[in-house]
Each structure stands twice: as structure tokens, then as C-alpha cells.
């Protein structure tokens, strides 16, 4: 998405996607490595400026099954919190739900990080399950489908894993608001 930064952590490496002025030498000054330091909570300050820093996320990876499903657009949802957040961080965001227009369990479907289909949830229950495997129906069969899950909501994170979903790496995403030099 235009205007967001962020650091991806994978097993010994560090990606991070900043604004071309931010140079390597920054980024050393700072301890950005593949061992933690991209995670340091000075790096993303120092890099956000002022701007809002989102969570840190486990980033999980599942696969589409190409099965299809009961979910409907859902546009009536478009402003709970779940889907509202997507819109702040992820580019196409479209809201499904169940066809029983009293339902307001929710996922979304979005362009998140690397221009990849990502998933978020807002059930509870056995609504979740539907959700999920709807959305995973949706995708073509072996497409990949990222679910970024903070870590301490050990529910969320036991219910992707439970789903196949694997995890992948880590990321923390930034809007920066720079007043100053980013060292």
C-alpha cells in the first residue's frame, strides 16, 4: 500500500521496505539484521517519525483450495473495526460474510504484504471455521493466502494453525511521518 513501510523478518533475514532515502548505512546505524534487530522497537520508531506504527504480526501462510464457499460481499460491514483497520494497511479490501444478513461475522480479503492475498477474521465460534475455509475457497487451489496474527492473541494463532497455515516470518508495519532525518 502507498505510504506504508514495514520490516519483514524471516529466519536469519531482514527485508525492509522504506523510502529510497533511507540508506543502508541508516538502516546498519539503526541494527536492522536478520536476528531481531529489524524488530527493535527504536527501529520503527525511528523510521515512523511520527507516524502510526502497527503491531508487530506473526506472518502465517496458508493455500487456497479452489472449493468455493458460502460467502457473500458484505459491504454493510465495511465500517466494523476489522475491516476499517484493513483498509488502513492493505490495498482491495473486500468484506465477506455469512448470507444471514443478521450475521455480522466478517473476513477480509486483501492485497497485504508483497501484493499478496491476505485474510482477516472477526467470528467467533463456528462462524470462523466458515469464514476461513470460504475465503480459502475463493482462491485458486495452491495460491498462497497470508494471515497476519499478533502474538499474544494465542487464539487467533491456534485457530490459523489448526487451518494448515505455517509460520512464515514476522512484520511490523509503519505509516512514516518524518520531521527529521530517519537516524
Do not use: C
Not at 520503527?44 to 460481499?73: C, F, K, M, S, Y
Not at 467467533?124 to 475455509?133: I, M, P, S
Amino acid at each position: 500500500m502507498p505510504g506504508v513501510e514495514a520490516a519483514v523478518a524471516l529466519t536469519g533475514h531482514a527485508v525492509m521496505v522504506v523510502d529510497e532515502h533511507v540508506t543502508d548505512g541508516q538502516l546498519a546505524a539503526l541494527g536492522v539484521h536478520g536476528f531481531g534487530g529489524a524488530h527493535d522497537p527504536r527501529v520503527a520508531v525511528a523510521l515512523a517519525g511520527d507516524g502510526p506504527i502497527n503491531v508487530l504480526d506473526v506472518l502465517l501462510v496458508g493455500r487456497g483450495t479452489g472449493r468455493g464457499g458460502p460467502l457473500v460481499h458484505r459491504p454493510d460491514l465495511a465500517e466494523t473495526d476489522r475491516a476499517v483497520h484493513a483498509g488502513e494497511w492493505r490495498d482491495q479490501v473486500d468484506v465477506y460474510g455469512l448470507p444471514d444478513p443478521a450475521s455480522t461475522a466478517l473476513a477480509t480479503l486483501s492485497l497485504g504484504i508483497g501484493g499478496l492475498p491476505e485474510v482477516g477474521i472477526q467470528a467467533q465460534g463456528g462462524d470462523a471455521d466458515v469464514l476461513l475455509e470460504g475465503i480459502l475457497g475463493r482462491l485458486p487451489a495452491g495460491e498462497v493466502l497470508v494471515a497476519s496474527v499478533t502474538p499474544g492473541n494465542a487464539r487467533s494463532l491456534r485457530f490459523f494453525l489448526r487451518h494448515g497455515f505455517v509460520p512464515l516470518g514476522s512484520e511490523q508495519l509503519w505509516k512514516p511521518s518524518r520531521l527529521r532525518p530517519a537516524v
